[in-house]
């Protein structure tokens, strides 16, 4: 079969949790990838030409947004509302001529609304059933929660990676509030990490920070850090989430900044230190789940970004086993 897989551009964590789907089906199949910015950079690092000749990129920009500066996100989602229609509208017509020209087969969408054909059979993945609302706006909860449905019907079915219980769930109320639609199934949790075997634990540093999501919050968040371990007596990493094509690596003090690590090298890192430092984003949860690791760490959700507050709490209550 030919397969398209097309993570959104919000940050770096629909590409990471599309890792494993990419290495289950590239075994039998042939991948085409499209997205675009640091998650196209990240996957093409992930998957090299010349060990997966089968794995070919595409590029297709998602509808970007840019986070307020503030603790106020839902006006900067608001804003940025008229572009993210436009986006889904141009991204479904581009969808329809890419699939006749490639024969496309199968198309797995990681929250790219408009990335599904009635020609081929489609896919979307969430976790985020409901979006959850500031306390002023929660009467917004379930209009929005159907017009979510109303995307999620276009597809053949939508794939929640998360665990249908939800006493073991990672997601809480994010997937299991509302009533789920026919074609919808809970896959269990997608990690990168899931892939690696035997990891050696690397404890050069005592805390790593994880840096992910849309700037510029992504800045602020590393400008937060920076401050507050430069005069620990730790030895901290900062693992930046930039993928390029050379690994940049600065040192200060008793800090450590690096763009981007193998998921070998991050993985042996995170295992090893005694901290781990990130935003409270889902795929960020699901990687550190996989790797027994969520005991160890400290979330700081993006200011006023209500989902990653929403996981914060809940994952708090989770590890002091009040849920």
Known sequence: ?????????????????????????AKENEIIIISDGFPLNFLK???????????????????????SKGKFQVGAMIYSLP???????????????????????????????????????????????????????????KPIW???????KHYDECWIPDFEDKDNALSGDLSHKYPLLANTKFIGTLS???ILKNIEPDNSFSTVCILSGVEPQRSIFENFLLDKFKNSMEKILIIEGKPQSEIKKIRTGN???????????????????????????YSSIMDLAALNCLHKAEFYPT????????????????LNGQI
């Open 1 to 25: 079969m030919k397969i398209l897989i097309c993570p959104l551009n919000w940050g770096l964590g629909h590409a990471t949790r599309c890792v494993p789907i990419i290495y289950s089906l």
């Open 45 to 67: 690092n992930e998957f090299p030409k010349e060990k997966f000749p089968q794995i070919s990129f595409d590029i297709f920009a998602s509808y970007s947004i840019s986070y």
């Open 83 to 141: 572009k993210i229609i436009f986006g889904i509208i141009k991204e479904h017509l581009w969808l329809q001529n890419y699939v006749r020209q490639h024969q496309i087969d199968k198309i797995i969408s990681d929250n790219r609304f408009g990335m599904w054909s009635k020609r081929t059979f489609s896919v979307y993945i969430t976790h985020q059933l409901m979006v959850k609302m500031p306390p002023k706006l929660q009467f917004l909860e």
């Open 146 to 152: 159907r017009l979510h449905r109303w995307f999620i």
């Open 192 to 194: 990168r990490f899931q």
């Open 255 to 281: 800090i450590t900044i690096i763009s981007h690590l193998s998921t070998e090298k991050i993985a042996a890192y995170l295992v090893g230190c005694q901290k781990i430092i990130c935003r409270s984003g």
């Open 303 to 318: 200011s006023g970004q209500t989902e990653q507050e929403y996981l914060a709490e809940y994952l708090n209550f989770r």
